[in-house]
């Protein structure tokens, strides 16, 4: 293990061997570092907070500290990361609050840019890419392979679909479906991720399933529920078409049109 003589891991905290903590770091009591997690000059880890395997904790990062919710006591809420996410320089990760799951959860493979953050009782899947000044309010959900442009910001408690991509400078203040493209001040639907379809290996009749599903449910004269009907009867049993239905049906904010 190499702990540089500068920073200060206190009494308690769970520390895989192969981990690297740099100059002048903070490492709390009750933290678990997983296998090849490096935490960088003056990072902090710190509460109740589990990281997988390999993750990077840059200069000035801070992961796990308490909510920036007024109504947050002191209650034991926790932290939970997975396996090879980058934390840049800044990046900000704050705990879960027990007025909601009290944890706040992130996948594995994700890139959380420079001054980029988490609120508490974020979900973030797989493979999401931050980008810098990136602001997730509290209680987010954000499905698998999500991106957001620089300068984004997701209001409380929305929702952004599996392979959704959300552009710079954007707000989010309502649901984001899967697959979809937003942008503007306040965000509006500006087409289908095609390309981020594409590279996550989707084949060509999965997305021109996908396309179908997009003009049904946004392009046509048909209301949200006669759409979802009539995606199902003739579309349904495809998982990717199973998965927006299912996303579309579960908001409670409403869908970015």
Known sequence: MAIHPTAVVEDGARIDPSCTIGPLAFVGAAVTLGPGCVVGPHGVVTGRTTLGAGNRIFSHAVIGEIP??????????????????????????????????????????????????????????????????????GHVVLEDHVHFGGLSAAHQFTRVGRLAFVGGMTGVAMDVAPYCTVNGARAELAGLNVVGLQRAGMDEAAIGRVKQVFKLFFRSNLQAAEALAQIEAELGGAPEVAHFVAFVRASRRGITR
Do not use: W
């Open 68 to 137: 920036q919710d007024l109504k947050y006591g002191g209650e034991p809420t926790e932290t939970v990361i997975g396996d090879r996410n980058t934390f840049r320089e800044f990046a900000t990760v704050h705990a879960g609050t027990v007025q909601d799951r009290g944890v706040t959860r992130i996948g594995s493979g994700g890139l959380f840019m420079a001054g980029s953050h988490v609120a508490h009782d974020c979900v973030v899947g797989d493979g999401a890419i931050i980008a810098n000044g990136v602001a997730l309010g």
